[in-house]
């Protein structure tokens, strides 16, 4: 994956030279290869632009937070490099203070707050990767991020079957 990676990111320097010189880091989103690719497939239609993980998560794997300016890489379900974000707002909120605004940039289901605390709920108690798993005051990494690459379609209103994602989200 690592050569593939390197050829992945020379390809969009090679047409977009403003680009980091160093790979940036490589993800998908979700917790399985299904979500993966419907929630890649939410960005590559403009409808998703916003994401949240677990600070607690972070905290767990020893990862780095995201941070405004940087790239990434994010991938399908089968680890294929698809898309180039860049990241740019990150906010640290309590679950329960994470507003309808966010709950809409992420895309999924009808794009409620409601909708975004249940599935992301369910998400966290399932496959969290710290043992705290899900708290209603826990600490949630929202991200904004815009589409570098491809580039991005005209903005579009999608049709219900294009926003309906998977039950379980990250």
């Not at 994956?1 to 020379?10: Q, V």
């Not at 290869?33 to 939410?42: F, K, V």
């Not at 403009?46 to 998560?57: H, I, P, Q, R, Y």
């Amino acid at each position: 994956m690592t050569a593939s990676l390197d050829d992945f990111w020379n390809e969009r320097r090679d047409e977009a030279s403003e680009l980091p010189a160093e790979v940036p880091e490589a993800w998908s989103f979700g917790a399985t290869p299904e979500q993966a690719d419907e929630l890649l497939g939410l960005v590559l239609r403009g409808v998703k632009d916003g994401t949240a993980s677990s600070l607690w998560d972070y905290e767990a794997t020893g990862d780095p937070l995201p941070a405004t300016g940087e790239c990434s890489i994010v991938t399908d379900g089968a680890g294929v490099p698809r898309a180039v974000i860049e990241t740019t707002d990150v906010r640290i909120v309590p679950f329960d203070a994470v507003g309808a605004e966010h709950a809409r940039a992420e895309g999924e289901g009808d794009r409620t707050l409601e909708h975004w605390r249940t599935v992301h709920e369910a998400y966290w108690r399932a496959h969290s990767e710290n043992p705290r798993g899900f708290e209603p005051d826990m600490p949630v990494v929202c991200e904004r991020f815009r589409l570098i690459w491809p580039t991005p379609a005209p903005t579009q209103t999608p049709t219900p079957a294009q926003t309906q994602p998977p039950t379980v989200s990250a």
